[in-house]
């Protein structure tokens, strides 16, 4: 197999010209026009593998272009490691790794002027366009006004962005932040996936958290889908859409709706307004102000609902509220189910004291 090493430099492909000198030159330093005309056998071999071809544009005409056949390139930074640590390459420690500025092959002229600094002292990237900065290695950055600091983080689209965890990526979109380790924006406004293998999907001003390794157990992050002002900051939680929304429980979740919250473990919100799971695997399917305090209740809509009891559940209407244990209220208005199986099915202010109690009330029989 045959390969060209490039060392110590960075590599701008701005003319097949450049790319040529480098190729002819770089093994042997500095070439005056006298010695061009005696080529060394290696600096012979290298020349085989190029040749000036004339590509289609498209449009009608060519476009001149230097290709290299049968050979790879290599570009390294000379410090004998990707991450300029000979003697413990897969580290990733920043007190353990070091990097110069060289071994990056930069396609355009990279303008100075990205709006959160300009820092190219890293190594070993793939940078692309306008304005972008790389303080780490072997990470990707383009288009524009990007930046990556984290181990073999990328940047692949959208401007003002950055990515600052190991193998963190940010795909498009404006102004989003990866910064957890193996955390993803896929695109958006003002995102950010600050959590160990969270993800932001898009939408603007989210935020996905948590996640991380304990005891060599890791378990992912946050994510979040869309919407605005969402955040996921459990354990594997996660918010759809919606706005303002916020998942702390260790697996739960929020599909949509508004300024609602689902804090016990493996609880969730459906949808509605600014309702509340607190209990582990509680529920609230919708509505408004309603409530699920303990393990396995649920609220499934209205308004000012409440589940008090171990797998007590309200179905819907006002300001009713299930106390006992697998007590239950269907509907109706300011309705109370204290005893343990005890149930409600509707009228207004019914109460269903004691155990294995049942209450119900015509329009005629309620006050």
Known sequence: MKNIQLSPLSLVAG???????????????????????????EQAEILSH??????????????????????????????????????DPDSIDPSETQTNGLGNLIVGYNE????????????????????????????????????VSGPFASVTGGQRNTATGLSASVSGGMGNDASGDYSSVSAGLDNAADGSWSSVSGGQDNRASGGGCSFF????????????????????????????????????S??????????????SVSGGGENLAFGSRSSVSGGVF???????????????????????????????????????????????????YSSVSGGNTRTARGDDDWAAGSLFEDN
């Open 112 to 147: 100075l002027g990205n709006p959160n600094g300009d820092d190219r002292t890293g190594s070993h990237n793939m940078v692309v366009g306008h304005g972008n900065s790389y303080t780490s290695f072997g990470g990707w950055v383009g288009p524009r006004d990007n930046t």
């Open 50 to 87: 190029q040749s000036i071809v004339f590509l289609d544009d498209g449009q009608g005409g060519t476009v001149k272009t230097l290709r290299i056949s049968g050979i790879n390139v290599q570009i390294v930074n000379g410090l004998e490691a990707t991450n300029g640590n000979s003697t």
């Open 217 to 252: 157990i890791c378990r992912a992050g946050g994510s979040v889908s869309g919407g605005f002002g969402n955040t996921a900051s459990g354990v594997q939680s996660s918010v759809s859409g919606g706005e303002d929304n916020t998942a702390t429980g260790t697996g739960s």
């Open 290 to 340: 309603n409530r699920a305090f303990v393990y396995y209740s649920s609220v499934s809509g209205g308004r000012d609902n409440s589940a008090f009891g171990t797998s007590s559940s309200v179905s819907g209407g006002r300001n009713n509220a299930a106390f006992g244990l697998y007590s239950s209220v269907s509907g109706g208005q300011s309705n109370t189910a204290s005893g343990n």
């Open 15 to 41: 003319s097949a010209a450049t790319v040529g000198l480098f190729l002819l030159t770089s093994m042997q330093g500095t070439v005056t026009p006298q010695q061009l005309f005696t080529l060394t056998a």
């Open 254 to 267: 929020i599909s949509g709706g508004l300024s609602s919250t689902a804090s016990g473990p493996y609880s």
